[in-house]
């Protein structure tokens, strides 16, 4: 019996036609999922179905062209990482977006920091309830100059946004080249890059740097000029260095998905109903004027979000 998230990446996401190829990329771990997705792929008509387990990014030396030839041939790419990688170029990852984004053809549904569970928990119940939430919250922040932020861990941050596009993550990836990510749901907007002042108290997840205690980040005139918390704090001032727009505010995130519990892996977690996040560095892919090469999100718990 095909499980119900493959359908859910399958049919609702994706909106796979009988008759299309079908890419599956997957690490190790998740070699259970991959073979569900083979199944249910076939079981709803794909004509082709191609499904396989992705070398270990530490040990590639070279990217293997079977991968980005498949990449360019699909109609519908699902790739299932185990985890995330921000500081370490993933160098086999970029090959296959690059052949993607060459060929201008497919649809490319990408899960980063999942496991069965989340699978299960997060997808299974379809896409609709979240991607609700989302344009109705999408269409609040349209109207609004800014929001200000608080939280019980400490959090107390206004943004400015006036002007710049705002975004559904619905889960829908249904167009030729186009890209997203599940699990889904959430409303974001690049802000001004000018545009952040206060305290921004992260208590849940922050990119893929273990959280060890909260990172306080102090905002001024859209910069952090301030980080104060343990190890990552240490690590996340290690890995911006010098790049004054990888300390500059990138995103305003504001997670709309009821079946995502706030957790430790940013992926997921800026997902869940009730989260916001905060990211630093590029955001010229949805709207904002920020140049850098980094994106750090930092994710917190039990959002107040005040409109202005």
Known sequence: MVPRWAGTVLQDSLGLRPGERVLVLADRPLAPAAAALDEAARALGAAEVKAHLLPDPDRLQVVPRWITDAVRSADAIVSLRAALRLAAEDALMRAALDAFHRAR????????????????????????????????LAARLRAAAGVRLTAPGGTDLQLTFAGRPVHADTGWVRQPGDFGNLPAGEAYVAPDETGAEGLLVVDVALGDIPLDRPVALRFRRGRVAEVTGGEAAAELR??????????????????????VRPCGRVAVAEKALGTAHVALGGNLAFGGRNPASTHYDCVIAAADVRFL
């Open 238 to 259: 290690r890995r911006l260095g010098k790049d004054p727009w990888a300390w500059t505010v990138g995103e305003l995130g504001l997670g709309t998905n009821p079946h």
């Open 105 to 136: 053809r497919g649809r490319w549904v990408s899960m980063a920091q999942v496991d069965v569970s989340v699978l299960e928990t997060a997808l299974a119940p379809g896409l609709a309830e979240a991607a609700a939430r989302a344009r109705a």
